[in-house]
């Protein structure tokens, strides 16, 4: 079955970093477009990065140039480079994939996020 399971969620402070992780298991990363959103209490999920399969990237605009997303397929993970962290980044962190050339989508449990003094 296919399981994503994010890790690497945790309290920081504001301007610090964080790196997420996304395993990636009962399937073949290297079919799959890859992304990351997120969601806090009250607000609709939001789009925050996104890989596809040629290694090309895209951006959520409240993240631009502070987030970095990469992929190791050979590992069969995805990673989330978080820099110059704010409150508002405060929420819950969801590994997406995309299985290439349909529209089946997976999802892991999700990582909590709390930037704070």
């Known amino acids: 079955q296919v399981q994503f399971v994010e890790s690497g969620g945790g309290l920081v402070q504001p301007g610090g970093s964080l790196r997420l992780s996304c395993a990636a298991s009962?399937?073949?990363?290297?079919?799959?477009?890859m992304g990351w959103f997120r969601q806090s209490p009250g607000y609709p999920r939001e789009f925050v990065a996104r890989?596809?399969?040629?290694?090309?990237?895209d951006y959520g605009e409240s993240v631009k140039g502070r987030f970095a997303i990469s992929r190791d397929d050979a590992k069969n993970m995805v990673y989330l480079q978080m820099n110059n962290l704010s409150p508002d980044d405060t929420a819950t962190y969801y590994c997406?994939?995309?299985?290439?050339?349909?529209?089946?989508?997976?999802w892991g449990q999700g990582t909590q996020v709390t930037v704070s003094t």
């Open positions: 997406n994939g995309i299985l290439s050339g349909t529209t089946l989508d997976f």
């Open positions: 009962g399937m073949s990363l290297s079919r799959f477009s």
């Open positions: 890989i596809h399969l040629n290694g090309a990237t």
